[in-house]
Nanobody, 125 residues
């Protein structure tokens, strides 16, 4: 089992920046891919970004240029740096993990094995 815990959500204004962190623990947590999904009210869960232990990563087109993902393998932690935030970014953000080292394993929510509890991010206009 891999456990992931998100921190860093909150309320910001449009145009502000916010960072989220996610720490993983458990069997093979340091060698697996990790990433982020989000779910806005009344919408399905949406892929945001994912990163392999090597640092190779992917960011969704909807946030590309505004969001970046990074990883500290020594701390088993990933980060989501969000800038130029928009009200449409308001959602619960979930950290996810897989034992596979390939970030492509985290592109579809149906196949993601490990989820955090989520952290609320609210962007006011």
């Amino acid at each position: 089992q891999v456990h992931v815990v998100e921190t860093g959500g909150g309320l910001v204004q449009a145009g502000d920046s916010l960072s989220l962190a996610c720490a993983a623990s458990g069997r093979t947590s340091s060698s697996g891919a990790m990433g982020w999904f989000r779910q806005a009210p009344g919408k399905e869960r949406e892929f945001v970004a994912a990163i392999s232990p090597s640092g190779v990563n992917m960011v969704a087109d909807s946030v590309k240029g505004r969001f970046t993902i990074a990883r500290d393998n020594a701390k088993n932690t990933i980060y989501l740096q969000m800038s130029s935030m928009e009200p449409e970014d308001t959602a619960v953000y979930y950290c996810v993990a897989d034992r596979s080292r390939f970030y492509t394993a985290l592109l579809q929510p149906e196949t993601v094995p490990f989820w955090g509890q989520g952290t609320q991010v609210t962007v006011s206009s």
